[in-house]
């Protein structure tokens, strides 16, 4: 697929001229590398909408007096179910973020240039090119549906010009390539200028083909597509350091792939009992060690931990280290097993800790201590008294994500009402933030909310009965070296940076 952009606008397909970008006015405030999460730190950079044609997506500002073509624009009351994003990813450098939803499109942002008229309007992104990755497939042997659904993607380091990225739906892993065209040859001596092929009888003098100029274009091809190895649902992949190879984690298997090999995987994990009614436990995420090719740690709906180094055997059903945190029985109740399942583990930068999200809370484990870990954080502790309800609804399901800023000094997770959560490990400080589209002018300065719990209201709180359980924050991503974040809130996705004074 090519995609075009020209001049700061953009064009479809056809290459019609659709309009202005809508990027927000004014010069953002220069970039903090230094971590906080203080009170009203954090500014709206822009609100981008992913696009309901594959040919578009736009920045829209909420006050903008200038025309654009609003037959090409989302409006939020008319998002589908396949607008919803899925999941969110800056590259290793941050220049791009890659944004999969559910209808199986990958849209890839470019970060602005610097310019030296505005030094500091940087942190802004625009579209960079727009894919379809995956289409619905059925499973005719099963008789079973296989939905579009990006649930994860993981780029690769760049090795050269172009940019290579992994997605993955629910059975099939797709390696991406997406590069730039700015030239095409011209003077072939075997086909005409409109790219047929000429008669050799015909050809009488021989020409040397050139490189003209042309528009750039930004191409998505699929270089490998690694299919049929997974019997139940991919919940996660992780790219080795050693950029060799990478594995896909179902419910039961984990599987691990080489780039260059697409027919055939080795199974590095398998904890499927022989009789399936003894099923006590599922996978629900994996991931490699930034550093050590041979290590690479998976979570289970039981809310455990297990390390595993494929040094010690092929098959690494045996365990080197396993993290788990003694039950409080006080706390015991019809929900606990639920609440205690680990949607998200994430390895620190530094390899040293590992991050993990459960219903309630976010833990942090010293990879040298196995029996608690170091740091818990209450998200939305306020909702144990509403456990009841959420079962009822199925939120008590929803699957969260928790991220690392680029110092492992911050993480952040998100919550319902559309709100997202940050704790500074130093000075154990911790902020509720909200992404919304009614308080979301450009440049605007996020201010916290805060959550209250029976008694008397003040006038900057909301009480936990009014919050929009439809409304949550379930996939954030931090650039990897500036304090700039993306929170995906249902088919918007907001891009905050820290604000310095």
Same mark, same amino acid.
């Given at each position: ?113 610097? %310019? ?183 979570? %289970? ?34 929900? %606990? ?10 390895? %620190? ?153």
């Amino acid at each position: 697929m090519v995609l075009q952009p020209s001049e700061g606008h953009y064009r479809d397909w056809n290459h019609r001229r659709l309009g202005p970008w809508c990027s927000p006015t004014g010069s953002p405030a220069p970039l903090s590398c230094e971590t906080g999460c203080g009170e009203g730190s954090w500014i709206l950079v822009c609100r981008l909408l992913v696009p309901t044609q594959v040919s578009l997506l736009s920045m829209e500002e909420d006050i903008d007096t200038r025309k654009i073509n609003n037959s090409f624009l989302r409006d939020h009351s008319y998002a589908t179910e396949a607008d919803i994003i899925s999941t969110v990813e800056f590259n290793h450098t941050g220049e791009l973020l890659a944004t999969g939803d559910k209808g199986g499109r990958v849209v890839i942002f470019q970060r602005e240039q610097e %310019s030296k008229n505005q030094v500091h309007r940087r942190g802004e992104y625009n579209v960079y090119s727009t894919f379809q990755s995956h289409e619905p497939e059925f499973d005719y042997l099963k008789s079973l549906e296989i939905e579009e659904k990006i649930n994860k993607i993981r780029w690769l380091p760049q090795q050269n010009a172009a940019y290579f990225l992994l997605s993955t739906n629910d059975k099939t892993v797709k390696l991406w390539k997406v590069s730039e065209r700015d030239k095409r040859p011209e003077g072939y001596n075997l086909k005409d200028e409109e790219g047929r092929l000429r008669d050799p009888a015909t050809i009488t003098t021989l020409r040397v083909p050139v490189l003209r100029p042309m528009d750039l274009m930004v191409e998505a091809a699929p270089r490998r597509v690694f299919a049929n190895a997974h019997t139940y649902h991919i919940n996660s992949i992780s790219v080795n350091s050693d950029y060799e190879t990478y594995m896909s984690a179902d419910d039961l298997r984990i599987n691990l792939w080489n780039f260059e090999i697409t027919n055939q995987s080795f199974n590095i994990v398998d904890i499927k009992p022989a009789n399936m009614e003894e099923l006590t436990e599922v996978i629900t995420a994996a991931e490699f060690h930034p550093h050590h090719c041979n290590t690479f740690v998976y979570s %289970s709906s039981k809310g455990t931990i297990r390390l595993c180094d494929m040094r010690a055997s092929a098959l690494c059903d045996r365990h080197t280290k396993f993290f788990e945190e003694p039950e409080d029985p006080s706390n015991r109740s019809f929900f %606990s097993e639920i609440i205690s399942s680990i949607s998200d583990v994430k390895f %620190s930068h530094s390899g040293r800790y590992i991050m993990t999200r459960d219903y309630l809370t976010v833990k942090v484990w010293d990879l040298n201590m196995e029996n608690r870990p170091i740091e818990t954080y209450q998200v939305h502790d306020y909702l144990r008294s509403k456990l009841c309800s959420l079962y009822e609804n199925d939120c008590i399901f929803d699957k969260f994500e928790c991220v690392w800023n680029g110092s492992d000094s911050v993480i952040m997770t998100g919550s319902y009402n559309n709100f997202f959560r940050m704790f500074d490990r130093n000075t154990k400080r911790d902020v509720t933030l909200e992404a919304s589209r009614e308080n979301s002018k450009p440049r605007a300065i996020l201010k916290p909310r805060k959550v209250c719990v029976g008694g008397k209201r003040r006038k900057d709180e909301i009480s936990v009965d009014s919050l929009d359980f439809s409304k949550k924050i379930l996939h954030t991503a931090w650039h990897p070296s500036e304090n700039i974040i993306a929170v995906a809130a249902t088919n918007n996705l907001y891009i905050f940076q820290d604000k310095v004074n």
